[in-house]
């Protein structure tokens, strides 16, 4: 694996929110492009509701990680661990959207952990190989 192994998982991760807003108004009927956060919030669809807020969980996902990439990497932390690091997050991710679309709450639990716990272990690592 190498650095640009975790460059990709960024872009993906970055990609993420956009992907369940997409399923989310694929889920009901008639999407209004003139107001997208009213047009959300009228909905009653189940579905629409758990796709924006997997969307809006990634976006709030996605900073950390970036930045525990990036630090992990200017903190000199083997490329292996970041690269691995950067692919369970990802796959995570997908997972935590999947089960969010999907209503199933405790793997979506699970999977948010289990990122939240790669994005802590970027930025532990980052802060040991400083210290």
Known sequence: MSLSTAYWCVLIAALLPYLWLAVAKASAPRYDNRDPRGWVARQEQPRLKRAYNAHLN???AFAPF???VVLAQLAGVPVERIAGLSIAFVVLRVLHGVAYVGDLALLRSLAWFGAF???????????????
């Open 58 to 60: 990634a976006l709030e």
């Open 117 to 131: 716990g790669c994005v802590v272990a970027l930025l532990a690592q980052a802060a040991l190989s400083v210290a």
């Open 66 to 68: 970036a930045a525990g």
